[in-house]
């Protein structure tokens, strides 16, 4: 069965200083493993898709990188309007098994 | 550009009520379609998927049916809810099953309370 683990469960940091959330998975035949930031009441937004181990993808502040085994998304010099739960979710065989998510907050 | 809309925002509902949520969505034709609920600090809990119209994928037995009348729109429905039925009900699209990897885009959600 696939897995998606993520750490940690929840992340406080202060304005500016840099960190990294891991998801870990456990599948049969990577198709891609996408993030995810959703802020409070409101869906994902699609954020990231990775698929091959060495692949990394920026988006402002973000950087996601992934291994065979991992994925890091990590976070330079965060602001508070960064605050919000990332979701990583893995695919395989058609099927998406999603993380239960880090809960980031930035503190000013 | 696609959008998804999502109705209604919130709903409360007593127990033994009927349920109709609704999704469409915009700037896509045959979109594979999915309905979530995410249970608070949980993950997300895929409850059904369709890749066509009147095509209905169930992932998980439940008091819940959804059905796709049309192409873009999607329906989850309930004859009489149950307490347990209470979370956050998302809707989803991708675009058609040939691209495996091609992501979900959800639609804002909706916040069921059933008392």
């Known amino acids: 069965e696939d897995q998606v683990t993520q750490s940690p469960e929840a992340l406080r940091l202060q304005e500016g200083e840099s960190s990294s959330l891991n998801c870990s998975y456990t599948?049969?035949?990577?198709?891609?493993l996408f993030w995810y930031r959703q802020d409070p009441g409101k869906g994902p937004e699609f954020l990231f898709t990775?698929?091959?181990a060495g692949e990394e993808k920026e988006k402002e502040r973000l950087k996601a990188t992934l291994t065979k085994k991992e994925s890091f998304l990590h976070i330079t010099a965060p602001k508070p309007e960064d605050s919000a739960t990332y979701l990583c979710?893995?695919?395989?065989?058609?099927?998406?098994?999603f993380g239960q998510g880090t809960i980031l907050t930035v503190h000013p | 550009s696609q959008t998804i809309h999502q109705w209604p925002a919130t709903l409360v509902q007593p127990v033994g009520s009927p349920l109709s949520l609704e999704c469409t969505v915009e700037?896509?034709?045959?979109?594979?379609l999915y309905w979530y609920r995410q249970a608070a600090g949980r993950g997300l809990q895929l409850l059904f998927y369709?890749?066509?119209?009147?095509?209905i994928s169930s992932e998980v037995p439940q008091n819940l049916s959804a059905s796709r009348p049309q192409d873009r729109q999607f329906i989850l429905s309930s004859k009489k809810l149950l307490l347990s039925d209470s979370g956050f009900y998302l809707c989803?699209?991708?675009?058609?099953?040939?691209?495996?990897?091609?992501?979900?885009?959800f639609g804002n959600g909706t916040r069921l309370t059933v008392t």
């Open positions: 979710a893995v695919r395989s065989r058609g099927k998406l098994t």
């Open positions: 990775l698929y091959s």
């Open positions: 700037g896509t034709s045959n979109p594979n």
């Open positions: 599948v049969s035949g990577l198709r891609g």
């Open positions: 989803a699209w991708s675009i058609p099953a040939s691209s495996y990897n091609s992501p979900l885009h």
């Open positions: 369709s890749v066509g119209i009147g095509q």
